[in-house]
């Protein structure tokens, strides 16, 4: 086979018609001045707009860049990515959304550090556009993740990045059920590398996280990389049970010195009460495990694909 991209850019788009072609158009106007062969991967994951529409005509327009592949439905921003991962040609990939929130025109910068030698590059969002919720949630995950886990990284939401192939193959083949890219690649690179990029507002469009997804989304990073909150989980269970013990053991003696007692109920709820939430507590972190484990073992695919457009 000749005519083999160099680099792979892998691009999710849920809901993106309004910035499909700004996007694509400054893509381009990058890629082409950059001067090495390249492909463009776009993964439609389920849009409800005209999305697909769009990539059909970008595709006509531009058969020898882009690929486009459709899931069946939506199944979330790092499936899209996986599949996208699972169709590149390239010595080199890049990731970045569509929404123009990362500008393309950093995407040389990132190139820059690979051919320099490093196998990933991240991208870390100075000046960050979003709303102050979403920046104080990422704040706060990140520094959970730099307590619980060995991955040092500055900033693992953002997505324009680089990475040599054999990085790529490596987290395809792992084929994680709730993969979290961002960390993954950190894991597995033998010399990273960040650099600062541009953030924009979004284009057009809305963010497609709600607190409930980035949630769930930073549950994924915990499950993925950690077992320190089962730990942590451990150690406040063996410190109640030694304090519970010690009542016990006073409870008794003054039962014997001093009589029964019959006062003090509430405080007993108080306690009970307390004790009853840390176990909740604790059912729900392993649950979180155990719900992890299930996906794995059940082996379902993580996508469908309903139509992959590309230049026989
Ligand atoms: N995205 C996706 N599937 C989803 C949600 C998002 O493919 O279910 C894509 C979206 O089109 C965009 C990228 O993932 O290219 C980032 O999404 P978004 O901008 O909504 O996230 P935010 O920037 O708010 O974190
Ligand atoms: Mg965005």
């Known amino acids: 086979m000749t005519n083999l991209p160099y680099i792979s850019i892998v691009i999710p788009v849920y809901n993106e018609e309004k910035t499909l072609p700004i996007m694509f158009a400054r893509l381009t106007a990058v890629m082409d001045k950059y001067a090495k062969p390249y492909e463009v991967i776009f993964v439609n994951d389920g849009s409800r707009d005209n999305s697909q529409v769009i990539l059909a005509g970008l595709f006509a327009q531009r058969p020898d860049v882009i ?18 991962f699972e169709h590149v040609r390239g010595d080199v990939v890049v990731t970045l959304d569509c929404d123009l929130q990362n500008p393309p025109e950093d995407i040389p910068k990132l190139l820059a550090l690979i051919e320099s030698g490093h196998d990933v590059v991240g991208g870390r969002r100075a000046n960050r ?84 997804k980035l949630i769930r989304y930073n549950f994924d990073l915990v499950t993925g990389f950690s077992l320190v909150p089962l730990q942590v989980f451990t ?78």
């Open 67 to 84: 690929r486009v592949v459709q899931f069946m439905r939506n199944y979330g921003q790092h499936p899209a990515i996986m599949a996208g």
């Open 235 to 312: 150690i406040v269970g063996m410190f109640c049970s030694g304090a519970s013990f010690l009542l016990v053991l006073y409870m008794i003696a003054r039962r014997i010195i001093i009589g029964p007692e019959v006062d003090g109920v509430f405080t007993l709820f108080a306690i009970l009460f307390f004790l009853v939430s840390v176990t909740m507590l604790g059912l729900g972190i392993i649950g979180e495990y155990v719900g992890r484990i299930y996906k794995e073992v059940r082996h379902r695919p993580r996508y469908m694909v309903k139509e992959i457009l590309e230049k026989k």
């Open 129 to 212: 556009q979003d709303l102050a919720w979403r920046k104080a949630v990422s704040k706060f995950s990140n520094i959970v993740r730099k307590k619980i886990t060995n991955i040092d990284m500055g900033d693992h939401g953002c997505m324009l990045r680089a990475y040599k192939r054999n990085i790529i193959d490596q987290i395809v083949k792992i084929g994680d059920a709730s993969p979290f890219i961002t960390a993954l690649s950190q894991e597995l690179s033998g010399n990273p590398a960040e650099i600062d990029v541009g953030h924009e507002e979004r284009a057009a469009g809305v963010s497609n996280y709600n607190l409930y």
